[in-house]
């Protein structure tokens, strides 16, 4: 059941509460999970899953800045990301590509990734910890956090790890599909992104069941 809070009650970065407590319980395997790419007009879907480890001391203060990726500059995240994977006990990311969005809809695409990202693991995580909603079809407990890559630190790590994957992934792209700005704008839709659909139509990377260009 996805928790209520107060909106005031968010923290001015992540902590390790929800984490705690599940650690006290037993559990030393508490996986956050998050995903990039969800609102963009062209490339994958990208989840990652971050386990952080239950026995470091001042964990927090190691990532400290560690926040919703779309808070942190490009610098940021690609520090927090090398120090991220530096502690962390595990970590796997999943893909969704183009053509699986457009057949399956956003919203399936998006629980089909993060179990594909699960699977990644070299152990399975005792308890999940979600950004916003939950998985269906899984024995494994889960807490889904509304605001979650705000409030907790394993999703909020999660939130990087997919955000950094996906633009290394959307520059490389650009290679391969040059004129659509994606080593810049990542496949969201920015006004040059725009100007380039209308000028080059779109590429086997993009979205057909987005609207792409606004009609």
Same mark, same amino acid.
């Given at each position: 059941?996805?928790?209520?809070?107060?909106? $005031?009650?968010?923290?001015?970065?992540?902590?390790?509460?929800?984490?705690?407590?599940?650690?006290?319980?037993?559990?030393? =395997?508490?996986?956050?999970?998050?995903?990039?790419?969800?609102?963009? #007009?062209?490339?994958?879907?990208?989840?990652?899953?971050?386990?952080?480890?239950?026995?470091?001391?001042?964990?927090?203060?190691?990532?400290?800045?560690?926040?919703?990726?779309?808070?942190?500059?490009?610098?940021? $995240?690609? *520090?927090?990301?090398? &120090?991220? $994977?530096?502690?962390?006990?595990?970590?796997?990311?999943?893909?969704?590509?183009?053509?699986?969005?457009? !057949?399956?809809?956003?919203?399936?695409?998006?629980?089909?990734?993060?179990?594909?990202?699960?699977?990644? #693991?070299?152990?399975?995580? !005792?308890?999940?910890?979600?950004?916003?909603?939950? =998985?269906?079809?899984?024995?494994?407990?889960?807490?889904?956090?509304?605001?979650?890559?705000?409030?907790?630190?394993?999703? &909020?790590?999660?939130?990087?790890?997919?955000?950094?994957?996906?633009?290394?992934?959307?520059?490389?792209?650009? #290679?391969?599909?040059?004129?659509?700005?994606?080593?810049?704008?990542?496949?969201?839709?920015?006004?040059?992104? $725009?100007?380039? #659909? =209308?000028?080059?139509?779109?590429?086997?990377?993009?979205? *057909?069941?987005?609207?792409?260009?606004?009609?």
């Amino acid at each position: 059941m996805r928790q209520k809070f107060d909106p $005031r009650d968010i923290p001015p970065f992540p902590t390790l509460q929800f984490e705690r407590d599940l650690w006290q319980a037993g559990k030393a =395997l508490v996986a956050g999970l998050d995903e990039a790419g969800r609102g963009a #007009l062209a490339g994958p879907l990208c989840a990652a899953v971050v386990v952080l480890p239950s026995g470091v001391t001042n964990l927090e203060g190691l990532l400290r800045g560690v926040r919703d990726s779309k808070q942190m500059s490009a610098r940021e $995240r690609e *520090k927090a990301a090398g &120090a991220i $994977r530096e502690l962390a006990v595990d970590i796997a990311v999943g893909w969704c590509g183009p053509e699986e969005i457009d !057949e399956l809809g956003m919203g399936k695409a998006g629980k089909l990734v993060f179990q594909r990202a699960l699977q990644g #693991l070299s152990a399975a995580p !005792e308890h999940l910890l979600i950004d916003y909603f939950a =998985l269906p079809g899984l024995t494994i407990g889960q807490t889904p956090l509304v605001k979650g890559d705000q409030r907790c630190l394993s999703i &909020a790590c999660a939130s990087v790890i997919a955000k950094t994957t996906r633009d290394a992934l959307m520059r490389g792209a650009a #290679l391969n599909h040059p004129g659509y700005g994606f080593e810049e704008n990542k496949g969201y839709g920015t006004w040059q992104h $725009r100007q380039a #659909l =209308l000028a080059l139509g779109p590429c086997p990377l993009h979205r *057909k069941s987005f609207r792409l260009l606004g009609e």
